[in-house]
Structure formats: structure tokens, C-alpha cells
């Protein structure tokens, strides 16, 4: 029987979301390729994460708990390809994550076997995987074929799949020591600093105006700022507008922003790219204004509307002063 191996992620002592993600999408696979289902932790901090994972994996191969805690490349790598060699997984997925980006091709290259990474989905075709990417700023999404291998390195994009249980399982534990002999590391763990919160904490706003590239100029920005304090709700926003310094990045929505989950989510001249609508998940109901009516955000919203943002902002300001 073979096995999917799927590379569990905690931080500050906390289970990532990204692991019970890849977790529920093993579970697809498991069950798809008639194969075993093996979470592996590195430095697990405590014992709920090892219960919360043997409910989600047929074994749980915990290594080094409590003496491999901090993340390092070099000995997580080590680690890894040691289970590789004793597990001989079909699929390793890993999350696309800084740890996954730095594991991935290097455990790819160490064990010569195909990577692919930043995937939003697995399928499997003939009893092969498939993995499916999408490109052009989320616009396309290419099916990626991999040539016949013993094995394969998946990473996946975080928000890709949901976090729930998919089947409850009730995984055996098997502890492993850390290696006795550690290799010399490049870069070491100083400690993990939170970002500061800011002047305004969008993840707990019941109704988000987001703007995004589409408002145009850093001179525009104030036109919506006014519309959200009259509506009273937050200013937030897509990256590109952090990027440019419109606005500071504790305003940002997304994968490498905040993750909100606001009652209402307007979304001003924002295409909806999946590291943004990955933040929106939560939200409860999205509207969208976008002059492109084939933009992407209009799949994730309930309301959509084909305009100029600013028309709509205008008519909006009327509303209030009527
Ligand atoms: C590792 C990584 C992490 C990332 N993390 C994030 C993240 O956390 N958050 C995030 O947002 N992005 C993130 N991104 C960037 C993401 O891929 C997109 O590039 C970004 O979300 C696009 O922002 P946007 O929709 O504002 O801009 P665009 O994609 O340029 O879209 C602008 C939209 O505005 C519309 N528009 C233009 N003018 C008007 C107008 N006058 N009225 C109405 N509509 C108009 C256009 O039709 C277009 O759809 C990340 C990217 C990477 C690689």
C-alpha cells in the first residue's frame, strides 16, 4: 500500500491552518489511490496537535517534539528525507508556505523526484496525480500532467481547501527522536515577531470597503475612506495598493495580508486574485464593483456590479446624504 504523506506546519505552538487543509485534500487522494494517509510534525509542541492530527490521518510520525520546535530548513529537510526513504511516498504534499518553498525542491532535487508547486488542487487521473495551477493573475487555470515517477512533491497554496475534518480517523502516534547528528546550519531562528496590529484592526470589522488597484491614484483614496467612515465600517484593501504606499500594510486583505471575515465585503476595482479572495473566505457577503465584467472577484460575490468604482461610490454618497 502506498502512502500520501502530507507535511503538517505549526507556529508558535499553534497547528497551521494549511496543515488540516492539505489534510482534508489527502484525505481525497487516500482514499481515490487506496493508499495510507501519514501526517509527519517536526518539533510538535504539544500533544492536542498530535490528537488533532491522528483525527485527520491514519498515522502521525511526530519527530524531535518539544527539541526540533523553531523551523530550520536544513534539519527539517534532513528529517524528511530520512521518511521519504522509510515511507517511499507516492504524493508528499507540503504547504506553499516560506517552510514549503525552501523544502520542496530541495527534497525534489535530494530525492529525484518531480515537484510542483503553488497548486489549488490535486486530482488523480489513471491513478496518476494531476495538479492544477492556476496562471495569468488567476485568470486561467492549467491542468499540469507529471511524468511517470515513484514519487512526487506537491506544494499547495494556502486557503486552497477547506480545514475541516473530512472523516474522522483515529491515526496511530509514532514517536521519533530528532537525529543525533544535525547539520550545520546556514541560518538560525531568532524569534517570531508578530506585525504590529496598526491603527485599525480590519479582522474584526462587520463591514470592510476594500479598494483595490482600481481606485487608480493615492489622491482617490480618500474618496472611499470618507464612503467607509459614512457607512461605519473600515477602509481595507487588496496589495498592490499597500505595495505602491497608499495605504499601510494592516489595511491589506489576503494571503500575505489579514485574513477578515466582516459581515459585508465591498470590493472597489479589486480583480479578486486568489492570495485576496483566499482572506475573504469568511466574509458574509461579498459585493463587487469592477468595470471588467470577466474580473474573477464576480465568482466569489453575491452582488456584482459592471461600473466605474466611483460612479458607484457617488451614487452611494448621495444615498447616505438623501
Ligand atoms: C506570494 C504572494 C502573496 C500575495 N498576497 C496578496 C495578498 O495578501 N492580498 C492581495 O490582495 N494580493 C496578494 N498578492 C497579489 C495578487 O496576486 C494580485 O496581484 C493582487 O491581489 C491584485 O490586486 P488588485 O485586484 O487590486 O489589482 P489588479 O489585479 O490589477 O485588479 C484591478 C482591478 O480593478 C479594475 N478596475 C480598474 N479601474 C477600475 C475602475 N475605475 N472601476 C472599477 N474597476 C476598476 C480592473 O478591471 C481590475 O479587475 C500576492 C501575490 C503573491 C505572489
Not at 502516534?173 to 480590519?202: C, H, M, N, S, Y
Not at 475573504?280 to 461579498?286: K, L, M
Request: aromatic share 6%.
Amino acid at each position: 500500500m502506498g502512502t500520501i504523506l502530507v507535511v503538517a506546519e505549526h507556529r508558535e505552538g499553534e497547528l497551521r491552518e494549511i496543515s488540516c487543509q492539505m489534510l482534508w485534500k489527502a484525505h481525497d487522494l487516500s482514499k481515490a489511490l487506496g493508499q495510507e494517509l501519514v501526517a509527519v510534525i517536526i518539533g510538535a509542541p504539544d500533544e492536542s496537535i498530535l490528537t488533532d492530527l491522528s483525527e485527520r490521518a491514519d498515522r502521525v510520525i511526530s519527530v524531535g517534539e518539544g527539541t526540533l520546535k523553531e523551523y530550520s530548513a536544513e534539519i527539517y529537510k534532513e528529517v524528511l528525507m530520512d521518511l521519504m526513504e522509510e515511507y517511499r511516498p507516492y504524493i508528499t504534499l507540503i504547504g506553499h508556505t516560506p517552510w514549503g518553498m525552501e523544502l520542496a525542491p530541495a527534497l525534489s532535487i535530494k530525492k529525484a523526484v518531480p515537484v510542483v508547486t503553488d497548486c489549488v488542487d490535486v486530482l488523480t487521473e489513471d491513478g496518476k496525480p494531476k495538479a492544477i495551477r492556476q496562471i495569468y493573475s488567476g485568470k486561467l487555470f492549467s491542468k499540469v500532467a507529471l511524468r511517470d515517477a515513484e514519487g512526487y512533491v506537491i506544494t499547495i497554496r494556502p486557503g486552497a481547501f477547506p480545514q475541516d475534518v473530512a472523516e474522522r480517523r483515529k491515526g496511530e502516534i509514532i514517536r521519533k527522536e530528532a537525529p543525533t547528528t544535525l547539520p550545520p546550519q546556514r541560518k538560525q531562528f531568532l524569534a517570531f515577531e508578530e506585525a504590529g496590529a496598526g491603527e485599525v484592526d480590519i479582522s474584526q470589522a462587520e463591514l470592510l470597503v476594500s479598494i483595490g488597484r482600481g481606485i487608480g491614484e493615492e489622491e482617490k483614496v480618500a474618496i472611499v475612506k470618507e464612503l467607509a467612515e459614512r457607512l461605519g465600517g473600515v477602509l481595507s484593501c487588496s496589495r498592490p495598493v499597500v505595495d505602491k504606499g497608499w495605504l499601510p500594510k494592516y489595511h491589506q486583505v489576503g494571503t500575505s495580508g489579514k485574513t477578515v471575515k466582516p459581515k459585508v465585503y465591498l470590493a472597489l476595482g479589486i480583480s479578486g486574485a486568489f492570495q485576496h479572495v483566499a482572506g475573504i473566505s469568511g466574509a458574509g457577503t461579498v459585493i463587487a464593483v469592477n468595470k471588467d465584467k470577466k474580473a474573477p472577484i464576480f465568482r466569489v460575490a453575491q452582488y456584482g456590479v459592471v461600473s466605474d468604482l466611483f460612479k458607484v461610490v457617488e451614487a452611494m454618497k448621495e444615498k447616505l446624504s438623501a
